[in-house]
């Protein structure tokens, strides 16, 4: 009983907070979400799927303050000819975007559209995110689809001409950004979404994919670059027949990342691929990184994969909690889970739940979850051939996150995320 007070009472806290917009197509989505998170209220430690992360952070009437912070770097997807929309801290910059017509698909801001009672979106807003909220209830993605006053919406009814590109900047070391994303794929069209940046000292953000039958869409994001900031990250996405749906998200720096996948796979021959690559150091402080899936199928002959490969040393934490669920009369699916840590210090720590729930019986279906130090012998092998000793650790840390990269379909995409990672490792030696 104190736990579900406390868990209305931050809630309360928490909208008292925020000035929620009222929407116009998006006016039914926003008051269902708000009435299943009055009904709910926010997570909580003694949630069973928060055991492993402190929400406390996530949830509070006020951002932490998070540092600015500078790497001298050149920003991520620099070198990929890509359609370019800014956000600063949760807030679109139109000066610095590009003109959204240059993509060869429909895009516009929700603040905008959102004046409208009918738009395509309608059909896609606060929809699957309702969807994603059974059998687990996910409140701060229902809390985002009420309180939301930004984001984009992108219709794709052919071949992209260019990836879209999401770019989100930190400004204020205060700011606490709210963004909602809505696509919708349609049938044999293909989409690239790409994301960066740290966006805000605290960032939600939900994205919701819609694929419909032979569509295609690829989505690689990129969170790091500060460490003091905050971030829990939804995907919710509905992949029809012969479609493709294929997520890949690479991590570094940051206290506490929380990102969560909810994929629905309800059309025969459909394919959702998702993956991910974190890199923690917990030298400037707290770093903890939590990916949490849930896959279902529920249509015949489909595949999806889970692959998620963490690299953590100094004390830093990372989580996977991933589950599939084959329904009733999907047969011939075939789902497979891997998740693995390479642990660089006996500080660190990987916590990982991987579950299966199956009510088919022609099913290929597998799961597997390692935890382990640097290969002795392989790292000897190196150091044999005069290869120095950080030289060679960094090649097999490389080695270790390959098969989550490789999900990656574009090789410059891929390769901009390995030059990343090799950045990241050399700069740690």
């Given at each position: 009983m104190a736990v579900a007070q406390a868990k209305i009472d931050a809630l309360a806290a928490r909208l008292d907070a925020l000035d929620l917009p009222h929407g116009?197509?998006?006016?039914?989505?926003?008051?269902?979400?708000?009435?299943?998170?009055?009904?709910?209220?926010?997570?909580?430690?003694?949630?069973?799927?928060?055991?492993?992360t402190d929400p406390a952070s996530l949830i509070a009437a006020a951002a932490p303050a998070a540092a600015l912070f500078d790497g001298q770097e050149p920003p991520v997807f620099d070198t990929i000819d890509r359609l370019r929309l800014v956000f600063v801290d949760g807030v679109f910059d139109a000066e610095a975007s590009d003109d959204p017509a240059l993509a060869g698909v429909e895009i516009c801001r929700l603040a905008e559209a959102d004046a409208a009672d009918i738009h395509w979106a309608k059909s896609v807003y606060g929809v699957l995110e309702a969807r994603g909220q059974d059998p687990v209830s996910r409140p701060l993605a229902a809390l985002n689809t009420a309180a939301a006053t930004d984001g984009v919406l992108?219709?794709?009814?052919?071949?992209?001409?260019?990836?879209?590109?999401?770019i989100y900047?930190?400004?204020?070391?205060?700011?606490?950004?709210?963004?909602h994303h809505c696509v919708r794929v349609e049938g044999g069209a293909e989409l690239t979404l790409l994301e960066n940046g740290p966006a805000a000292a605290r960032f939600?953000?939900?994205?919701?994919?819609?694929?419909?039958?032979?569509?295609?869409?690829?989505?690689?994001?990129?969170?790091g670059r500060d460490h003091e900031r905050r971030a829990v990250t939804h995907c919710f996405a509905r992949v029809g027949e012969g479609a493709l749906f294929k997520s890949f998200t690479l991590?570094?720096?940051?206290?506490?990342?929380?990102?969560?996948?909810?994929?629905?796979?309800?059309?025969?021959?459909?394919v959702a691929h998702v993956?991910?690559?974190?890199?923690?150091?917990?030298?400037?402080?707290?770093?903890?990184?939590d990916d949490t899936v849930f896959v279902t199928h529920d249509a015949e002959a489909c595949e999806s994969r889970q692959v998620f490969k963490k690299v953590l040393k100094n004390g830093a934490t990372g989580v996977f909690q991933g589950k599939i669920l084959v329904k009733p009369g999907a047969q011939k699916t075939d789902g497979y889970q891997i998740s693995q840590s390479l642990l660089l210090d006996d500080d660190s720590q990987f916590l990982a739940k991987p579950e299966l729930e199956i009510y088919a019986d022609d099913v290929k279906c597998s799961h597997g979850s390692t935890s382990g130090?640097?290969?002795?012998?392989?790292?000897?092998?190196?150091?044999?051939?005069?290869?120095?000793?950080?030289?060679?650790?960094?090649?097999?840390v490389l080695s270790f996150l390959a098969d989550a990269i490789a999900e990656i379909e574009d090789e410059a995409i891929q390769q901009e995320i390995t030059s990343r990672l090799e950045g990241w490792l050399a700069r740690r030696r």
């Open positions: 116009g197509f998006t006016r039914a989505a926003r008051a269902e979400a708000l009435a299943r998170l009055r009904a709910t209220g926010l997570p909580h430690r003694r949630d069973e799927y928060w055991k492993y992108i219709r794709a009814t052919g071949r992209a001409a260019k990836p879209v590109s999401l900047l930190h400004k204020s070391e205060t700011s606490d950004a709210i963004l939600n953000k939900v994205l919701e994919v819609d694929v419909a039958a032979g569509g295609r869409f690829h989505h690689v994001r990129a969170q991590t570094a720096n940051g206290q506490l990342t929380r990102n969560e996948t909810v994929i629905e796979i309800v059309g025969d021959n459909a993956a991910g690559a974190a890199l923690g150091d917990g030298r400037h402080g707290t770093f903890h990184h130090a640097i290969d002795e012998t392989a790292l000897f092998y190196l150091r044999s051939r005069g290869v120095p000793l950080e030289e060679a650790r960094a090649l097999l």
